[in-house]
């Protein structure tokens, strides 16, 4: 079983719907990441959180520590998001950051 | 971008061949990673830096070694590239007190 799990691996959604992507992890941790990478391949930070609710425009992070427990949410949702969303997370003291990460959503939002 | 490129873009080699994959970053900060990336395995740590000199083994560190001699360089370095390390290969860095991770745009390898 892997240390981070996310899930659908697959969405396709209409735009304008409410996206929710999950992520599970069974270790402790520091902090947990949301990484968006587009087709093109190139990864960029979304979110870093270690506790609470993060909002970005339309996107929304959450965490829930107890349950080891983190949802991605976009509202209104455009063609323009689709790409891979990837969960990350982050254990042990501050310094080097060395993430684990899932295996990725493929979101794809048809217009 | 957090000023970080990455060279070659692509690059096709031969099984046995050395290969070198160069990351470089403008802004001096102290951590750098290489990850790998392949389907079904989402992105794998293989070496981070944590200064000049100053490196250590990720997840799959085998078959890799890494040198940085500058802040603002770290290099990645197949001996003696095998089929199993085809892949492409991100270079990122930690920033700030909030340690964001910023990435490269990645290095598509084939060894064939």
């Known amino acids: 079983k892997n240390e981070v799990e996310q899930s659908p691996q697959n969405l396709t959604a209409q735009e304008g719907e409410f996206i929710t992507i999950n992520c599970s992890y069974s270790v402790g941790i520091s902090a947990l990441h949301w990484l968006q990478q587009h087709p093109g391949g190139g990864i960029v930070s979304l979110f870093m959180?270690?506790?609470g609710k993060k909002k970005h425009g339309r996107l929304i992070a959450t965490i829930n520590i107890q349950e080891k427990h983190s949802s991605l949410h976009i509202t209104a949702s455009h063609p323009r998001d689709s790409a891979v969303y990837i969960c990350a997370v982050r254990s042990g003291i501050q310094g080097a950051q060395k993430l684990v990460f899932g295996q990725g959503t493929r979101l794809t939002i048809n217009p | 971008d957090a000023g970080i490129t990455q060279s070659p873009r692509h690059k096709v080699t031969e099984t046995g061949t050395p290969v070198t994959l160069r990351c470089h970053q403008t802004e001096n900060h102290r951590y750098m990673y290489w990850y790998r990336q392949d389907p079904g395995h989402g992105l794998r740590l293989i070496h981070y830096?944590?200064?000049?000199?100053?490196?250590d083994k990720g997840e799959v560190s085998d078959g890799y070694s890494v040198s940085r001699s500058k802040t603002e360089d770290f290099l990645l370095t197949l001996e003696s590239a095998t089929s199993s390390q085809t892949s492409v290969y991100f270079c990122a860095i930690s920033v700030g007190t909030l340690e964001t991770q910023y990435f490269g745009p990645g290095t598509r390898l084939l060894v064939l």
């Open positions: 830096s944590y200064g000049v000199k100053d490196t």
């Open positions: 959180l270690s506790s």
